[in-house]
């Protein structure tokens, strides 16, 4: 019988396309549609749930739709574009090499094998999925022609949602709570945020303090920044908790005053999903898919100007009424988004392909 | 997925000083963090060379799986479409994008060569790098057990000495502090720049309008041509670095200044070493301070400096400061 097929470079249970592949694979095979993992590389938390890409011609039937989770280079993309079943490609978005040369230039090079890569798929793919509208001008440009844009699945985990019950905001006498949550990466920029939060106590709030959750992405990046918290004399104020459980990451939400995104390229930002589940209020520099995502949940600040972020939080969290208005916002852009149903839009779109 | 809704812009900044002043102050954070950059700057570097070349000239190297040693080898894909040469992983409108004329075999050759050389000398500079980051040694806390300290009533004599000695370029101050000798130098006609560490002071002199590098006054030196400064004054830093930190920043200021230049250095005296406000913890950190005023003379004359009379010697003063004052020979 012909099923549907994630091929996936690495399959990591913790991250965004991690849980979207398990999510997808668990829908698949609700619905009585074949459904297996295949990796490049095994990861040792995910082996029972994958098997080797070299395996998949032993398995494969006639009328098989293979889905590519795309999201950086990998032997895959010419592997599976040399192959003659329907190819679906889901795309998470390539971090722009020039924002990672200057901090590990063989990831840079790979995430420009990346967007060759994808162009070379394109000619192949029957159908692509970004998962915003950002993405998908990504695709447009890389010459997919028949593109649609369904959100992550599975973007907003049962700890997440069941944070929302126990928020602690509103405490008087301390300084506000800054958080970033997301890998530690270039394209993050992090350093954005530190820069803002030494203006912010210099100016509003010298008590102000951030907490940065999430694993060290480029590891040279990872010991900069807290190099340059160090130096900047901020030891004290900026906390880096690392790879954190999704229990610990539910609870930075539940403790935080405002989510802080500087990023100078997201393709979605699941983390701001999950700021509006908690009604955690989030400031962010509009870039990449951020305006797209956020919407009118949070505040946006136009200019990459640390000095203007800085008295954007502070004024967001002097004002109690204001941080209702966006949480309630937050709650209708979730519902716009639909991030529940989005897995069921994606099944529905692949199985239609067999 | 739905239309988002219009998203809330702010436009609002509360600023240091003039936004002019905040936006220079930005730039010198960034600055500072950029320097921590391992790989050169955030442009492309030597080996988006090779990025570029190996693309386009190159076998494919995307892993160590079985699936990359199979695309490699261009063996035939079981069940799939036939056998793929690497060439082909490049769409045709890439091709034709960065063909340019038509490459010849000759040249193809040659630039797989280059290429080679590339990862060759990539795999080189590994290494240094891996070599250079052992020996660059992260700030500990040690500077910031020493708080910023302005120059209090010596900025008088100190600026005195600067103007009669009427230098030509800038003038350099070590750990700048907050700036008041910065505001005392430009009030008196004399370009000045400040060197200091600690971002959260540096910030407000960024903010006040000052020329400040928020780094090591060590590595701002590095950063200037030989026998540009016209002057420099060293104070705060001197009391913190070890001995043979101390000698390199003595030869980078030596290095920069152009000859006959001043060179003013704020010491703290060794006579009230043992009480002084930095504690116990600092002054192990810091190994044994502070240096004689003999010390001092000896430093400098090594280091190519002619020693003058001390600008101010009162070690019985509620500062305790010495102020040297010599000139690059």
Redesign the interface.
């Known amino acids: 019988m012909s099923g549907v097929h994630q091929f996936v470079p690495l399959l990591h249970r913790g991250d965004a396309v991690g849980r979207h592949t398990l999510r997808l694979r668990d829908l698949f095979v609700a619905r009585g549609v074949p459904s297996r993992i295949y990796v490049?590389?095994v990861d040792p938390e995910t082996v029972t749930e994958t098997e080797?890409?070299?395996a998949y011609?032993?398995h494969?039937e006639p009328g098989d739709v293979l889905l590519y989770q795309f999201a950086t280079?990998?032997?895959?993309a010419?592997?599976l574009a040399?192959?003659?079943e329907t190819l679906v490609v889901n795309y998470h978005n390539i971090t722009p090499?020039?924002?990672l040369?200057?901090?590990?230039?063989q990831v840079?090079?790979?995430q420009?094998?990346a967007g060759?890569?994808l162009?070379?798929l394109?000619?192949r793919t029957a159908l692509a999925i970004a998962d915003?509208?950002y993405n998908n001008e990504h695709l447009v440009a890389a010459?997919f022609v028949n593109s649609v844009?369904?959100?992550p699945s599975a973007a907003l985990g049962d700890d997440i949602l069941g944070a929302a019950e126990r928020v602690q905001r509103g405490g008087t006498g301390r300084g506000a709570r800054w958080l970033s949550v997301g890998r530690v990466a270039p394209n993050k920029a992090l350093?954005e945020t530190v820069?803002a939060l030494?203006?912010a106590?210099?100016?509003?709030d010298p008590e102000a303090t951030l907490l940065v959750v999430g694993k060290a992405a480029i590891a040279?990046y990872d010991?900069?920044l807290r190099?340059?918290v160090?130096?900047?004399?901020?030891?004290d104020a900026v906390t880096f908790a690392g790879h954190a459980s999704d229990a610990a990451v539910a609870a930075a939400y539940a403790q935080a005053d405002v989510l802080v995104v500087t990023s100078q390229h997201e393709g979605f930002c699941v983390p701001v999903t999950e700021a509006m589940a908690v009604g955690l209020p989030v400031?962010a520099y509009?870039q990449g898919a951020l305006?797209?995502?956020?919407?009118?949940?949070?505040?946006?600040?136009?200019?990459v100007?640390?000095?203007?972020l800085?008295?954007?939080i502070?004024?967001l969290l002097e004002d109690p009424a204001r941080c209702r208005e966006l949480a309630a916002?937050g709650r209708?852009?979730l519902a716009?988004?639909?991030l529940a149903g989005a897995g069921d839009r994606l099944v529905d779109l692949v199985c239609a392909l067999r | 997925m739905s239309v988002p809704s219009p998203p809330q812009r702010s436009s609002r900044r509360d600023s240091g000083g003039s936004e002019d002043h905040d936006a220079d102050a930005v730039a010198a954070l960034r600055a500072a963090f950029a320097r921590l950059q391992p790989q050169g700057s955030g442009a492309w570097n030597f080996l988006a060379a090779l990025t570029h070349l190996s693309d386009r000239y190159s076998e494919y190297r995307p892993g160590a799986s079985e699936l990359s040693k199979l695309v490699a080898s261009g063996q035939a894909v079981p069940g799939g479409a036939g056998p793929r040469r690497r060439r082909s992983r490049l769409s045709a409108a890439d091709r034709a994008a960065n063909s340019g004329p038509v490459a010849t075999p000759e040249l193809e050759w040659a630039m797989k060569q280059v290429v080679e050389a590339f990862r060759f000398l990539s795999a080189r500079v590994a290494i240094l790098e891996e070599r250079a980051a052992l020996e660059d040694v992260p700030v500990s806390g040690t500077p910031w057990l020493m708080p910023a300290q302005e120059l209090g009533r010596w900025v008088e004599p100190v600026v005195a000495h600067l103007v009669a000695s009427d230098p030509r370029g800038e003038v350099v101050h070590g750990d700048c502090g907050e700036g008041a000798l910065l505001d005392a130098l430009e009030s008196a006609g004399i370009a000045a720049h400040g060197a200091e560490p600690r971002g959260t002071v540096a910030l407000g002199a960024l903010e006040r309008g000052h020329s400040v590098s928020v780094c090591e006054t060590a590595d701002e030196l590095s950063a200037r041509s030989p026998a540009s400064l016209g002057g420099v004054v060293l104070s705060g830093v001197v009391d913190r670095l070890p001995l043979p930190a101390l000698i390199t920043l003595l030869a980078r200021v030596q290095r920069t200044l152009t000859p006959g230049a001043p060179l003013v250095v704020v010491v703290r005296t060794p006579q009230v070493a043992d009480d002084e406000p930095l504690g116990v913890v600092a002054r192990d950190l810091l190994g044994p301070r502070a240096l004689h005023a003999r010390t001092w003379a000896l430093l400098l004359e090594r280091a190519g400096f002619v020693s003058g009379a001390p600008l101010v010697a009162d070690p019985a003063s509620d500062d305790r400061r010495l102020v040297l004052s010599s000139v690059r020979r």
């Open positions: 490049e590389l080797l890409a070299t011609p032993g494969s280079a990998s032997a895959m010419p592997w040399a192959r003659a090499p020039e924002l040369a200057a901090w590990d230039n840079a090079l790979g420009l094998r060759a890569e162009r070379t394109a000619p915003s509208a010459g844009v369904v959100p350093h820069i030494m203006v106590r210099a100016h509003r040279s010991a900069a190099r340059f160090a130096e900047m004399g901020l030891d400031v509009a305006p797209e995502v956020l919407g009118a949940a949070g505040v946006l600040v136009d200019a100007d640390p000095y203007g800085a008295s954007t502070a004024d916002a209708r852009q716009a988004l639909d």
